[in-house]
């Protein structure tokens, strides 16, 4: 059984040595296709560049058919040399190293056995030196041989060189742009905790002041202190199952401040009064916690005498946009502060540069706020 898998591994590597070449070459692209041509057309013009001043002479298109065939051979064999050689091979590494130097060496020897005997067949050396006016004769064809391999392997080694340079170059572009995705991704994650932080507060201030003026009511008027006792508990079976929840919806932040509110309003003799609209094709859009709500926070936490007489909030859709107008009836909410600036912060983490925040102060002592988010959430 050894003997026999002995005698089968040799097949199998060939078949993957194979494999991996017709793999490698596969991968050729238009860039590579590109940056042959432009290979080929340099290598001409230099070859070339001798005869500028002889383009009358006989000849000369025969020189300048071979030159192009030439490079065409050279630039092909070395691209696909190259390109099977480094497969699989990390950059920078010593095993690169040493296939770069193989493909450079066996360019220039396989495009010596294809271009010598074709320069050979076709009389070139000869015409070559007429045109030169060389009285010298045509060397001997292993000196050809020995010097065209080195003078195709120099070509070659250049513009393997080249290559190399290019692709690293885009490797290192790739693994920038790869870092800072994650970089990103790792950022929205500690956005989204921080966030899920804000919503385990559940604000205690604001549960700590309700529970003392429930406590205080019940001396006077047990029945009303039930009711806002009721409205409490209501609240935060609205609020806490959300705290598990990485987004909710439009209609779902909604109710989260029509709990919050109606909480409050009981407090503080019906204000401030809430007025909704929300169209139907925005009310199950996908919506972020800890972004409108933030805004009527603020808003409540001024003195009795400063609480705002009434809130509008007016949700609908404009193209691929969902737009939530919220005006606040008094006088100073756009001032900036750490809550606004946190607002904006998650807003600019959760969705980059498709959410924006716009605050303007209008007439009537009124602040009105404008949210625009994406629609898709």
């Not at 009511?217 to 806002?228: F, G, I, Q, S, V």
Request: hydrophobic content about 50%.
């Amino acid at each position: 059984m050894s003997t026999l898998a002995d005698a089968r591994s040799p097949s199998i590597a060939q078949r993957s040595s194979f494999a991996r070449w017709t793999d490698a070459w596969s991968r050729l692209n238009r860039r590579h296709a590109l940056g042959l041509a432009l290979a080929i057309l340099l290598m001409t013009a230099v070859d070339l560049s001798t005869l500028a001043d002889k383009l009358d002479r006989p000849g000369v298109l025969s020189v300048i058919a071979f030159d192009l065939f030439v490079a065409v051979a050279l630039f092909s064999i070395t691209l696909l040399a190259w390109t099977a050689a480094v497969a699989g091979q990390p950059p920078g590494s010593a095993e690169r190293v040493r296939a770069v130097v193989i493909a450079i060496v066996a360019s220039g020897v396989l495009s010596a056995a294809v271009v010598v005997p074709v320069m050979n067949a076709t009389g070139i050396p000869e015409i070559w030196h007429e045109l030169m006016g060389k009285k010298r004769p045509v060397p001997p064809l292993w000196i050809g041989i020995l010097g065209n391999t080195v003078h195709l392997a120099l070509f070659a080694a250049l513009f393997v060189l080249v290559a190399e340079v290019l692709q690293r170059r885009s490797a290192t572009n790739a693994a920038v742009l790869a870092t800072r995705r994650e970089q990103a991704a790792v950022a929205h994650e500690v956005l989204e905790s921080r966030l899920a932080a804000m919503q385990a507060q559940v604000e205690p201030q604001f549960l700590f002041n309700s529970l003392v003026g429930i406590e205080a009511l019940y001396r006077k008027d047990a029945d009303a202190a039930a009711d806002n006792l009721d409205r409490l508990i209501q609240y935060l079976r609205v609020a806490l199952p959300r705290l598990r929840e990485p987004g909710t919806t439009i209609a779902g932040e909604i109710d989260l401040v029509r709990a919050y509110l109606a909480v409050v309003t009981s407090l503080h003799g019906g204000r401030p009064a809430l007025s909704v609209t929300v169209s139907d094709d925005c009310a199950d859009a996908r919506f972020y916690p800890m972004l409108l709500l933030p805004l009527i926070q603020r808003a409540m936490r001024e003195p009795d005498d400063h609480l705002p007489e009434s809130i509008r909030i007016g949700v609908q859709k404009s193209r691929d946009d969902v737009v939530i107008v919220t005006r606040i009836e008094c006088s100073g909410g756009c001032a900036e502060d750490i809550e606004l600036a946190r607002v904006r912060e998650r807003l600019s983490g959760l969705y980059g540069d498709r959410a924006t925040l716009a605050c303007a102060e209008l007439e009537g002592n009124t602040t009105q706020f404008t949210l625009r988010v994406p629609a898709a959430g």
